[in-house]
C-alpha cells in the first residue's frame, strides 16, 4: 500500500521524507522475505510461491520457483492455470528461468491436480526448453500443456536436451477440426536432440490430442534412448509421432526409440494438406539404433463424422506406418511386435504399413496389418513412379508367422509370390 495515496492537497517535504522511507523499508523486507536458492520444497498457487517460512506473490511463480530451485527440489503446484515460462535462455525474464537437476536427483515440477500450464497471449511456446544456459534432468509430472501457436513444449536446436520426463502430462491443441475452429498449433511436442527422454501415462494414460497443423510428437536426431509409452493421440494435423535424422539437422540418431501401449486414431487431419498429412507413425532419416513399436494400435475410418475430412474422390485416411531414408542412410533395426493397424473398408488412401531402408526388419507376435480401401497392407522396398527404390533395400527381413496381414503384400511396387512370402515368414 502506498502510505501517499489519499492524502488530500500539498504534502510537506518532512512527511513526504517519511513516506519514502517507509516504502523503501518494506521493499527491503519484501526482499528479505525473497525465497532462497537451492530450497527442496516449494508450494506454488497460480500467483505465488511459498517455500520455508517465506511466501512471494510473484507473476510467472514455475519459472520463479524453478530460478531458485537445486537438484532434488520439488515444485508442487496447486490447481489451476499457470502462464507459460521458458527454462535454459539467457534471459534474466521473469518467465526464464536458469535451473537444472543432476542424475538421480531431477527438479520435480508436480500437479496436484487441475492444473493448465496456458498458452498465453499469442506464444509460440508454452513451455521452451533451451541449452543457452545448461539445463537437464526435470520431471513434470500431472499437468495439462496448452500449445502455443507452435508448440506445446519446445525443445531447441542448439545442444543436447538429458534426462526431460513427462509423466501423466497431458497435451491439448484446443482446435476442433470437425467445425474448422479453435487455438492454431503446430506441435505437441518439438525437440532437436533429445537423450533420455520419456513420455509416458504411468497411472493413467496420458493425452495427446487436437493439434490443428501436424505432429504430436516431431523429434529430431534422436542422441539417446526416448521412450513414448502409454499415450492416447487423437485429432492430429498430421502424425502421431515423426522421428527423423537428418544431416542438415545434427548428428545422426543413436540410441533405442521405444513407442508402447500408444493408442491412436484419426491423424492426417489437417486442412492445408488437404486431410492428407502423413502416416500416423512416420520415421525419416536413418537412424543407427533400434526403433521397437510394441502393443500400439492404429485405427481409422471407424468415426462416420469424420469422413467428409477428405480429398474429394479420395477414400478418408491415409497409412499407419511408413520408414524412408531421405538419403540420410538406412535405419539399422526395426521391430514391430503385437500391434494393430486396421483400416475400414472405405478408409485408406495408401499402404497401411511401408517399409524401405532398414538394415533389419523384425515382424514379431501377433501384429496385425488390415488394409481398407487402399488394398495392399504391408510394402517392403517402396518404388517411385520410374520404378526406381525409394530408400535403399531393406536387409534383413523376419515376420512371425503369427502376424494376420488382411490385404496385398508387395516388394518393390509388385504383389509378393508365395515363394517370397514363405522365405519371408522363415519358411513353409
Known sequence: MNPLAGTPGPVPL?????????????????????????????????????????????????????????????????????????????????????????????????????VV????????????????????????????????????????????????????????????????????????IWGSQLQDFEFKGVFQPAVVRNIRDEHGFYLQNSQGDITIENVRGEFLGRTFCQFTSRSSEGSVGVGTITIKNCKVRDIGLAPGDAHKGGAAFTFGGGHNGTIRIEKCEYLCGFDRNLKRLTNKGSPYGTGALVMITHGAGPTRRLILKDNRFQFNKDSGDRPVVSI??????????????????????????????????????????????????TGRVEVRGKPATEAELARLRGGP
Open 14 to 114: 518532512k512527511t513526504a521524507c517519511l513516506a519514502i522511507c517507509w516504502v523503501l523499508l518494506g521493499s527491503l523486507a519484501a526482499a528479505r522475505q525473497d525465497l532462497p536458492r537451492s530450497a527442496n520444497f516449494f508450494q506454488l498457487t497460480p500467483d505465488s510461491v511459498s517455500g520455508g517460512t517465506s511466501s512471494q506473490r510473484v507473476g510467472n511463480p514455475i519459472a520463479y520457483a524453478l530460478e531458485r530451485a537445486g537438484p532434488g527440489s520439488v515444485l508442487q503446484l496447486s490447481p489451476g492455470a499457470y502462464p507459460p515460462f521458458s527454462i535454459g535462455l539467457r534471459s534474466k525474464s521473469a518467465g526464464n528461468a536458469r535451473a537444472s537437476g543432476q542424475p538421480g536427483r531431477p527438479i520435480t515440477i508436480e500437479g496436484q491436480g487441475g
Open 117 to 188: 500450464i496456458t498458452s498465453g497471449q499469442g506464444g509460440a511456446d508454452t513451455i521452451l526448453i533451451a541449452q543457452q544456459v545448461p539445463t537437464a534432468h526435470i520431471v513434470f509430472r500431472n499437468l495439462t500443456i496448452q500449445t502455443g501457436y507452435r508448440a506445446g513444449v519446445m525443445f531447441a536446436r542448439g545442444g543436447v536436451h538429458v534426462g526431460f520426463r513427462f509423466h501423466d502430462c497431458n497435451i491439448e491443441g484446443g482446435f476442433n477440426h470437425l467445425s474448422g475452429r479453435g487455438r492454431k498449433s503446430k506441435w505437441g
Open 356 to 405: 524401405g531402408g532398414c538394415r533389419d526388419l523384425q515382424i514379431l507376435g501377433g501384429n496385425r496389418f488390415v488394409a481398407g480401401a487402399y488394398e495392399v497392407a504391408l510394402e517392403l522396398d517402396p518404388v517411385q513412379e520410374n520404378g526406381s527404390l525409394r530408400s535403399p533395400a531393406n536387409g534383413k527381413v523376419q515376420i512371425a508367422m503369427a502376424a494376420e496381414i
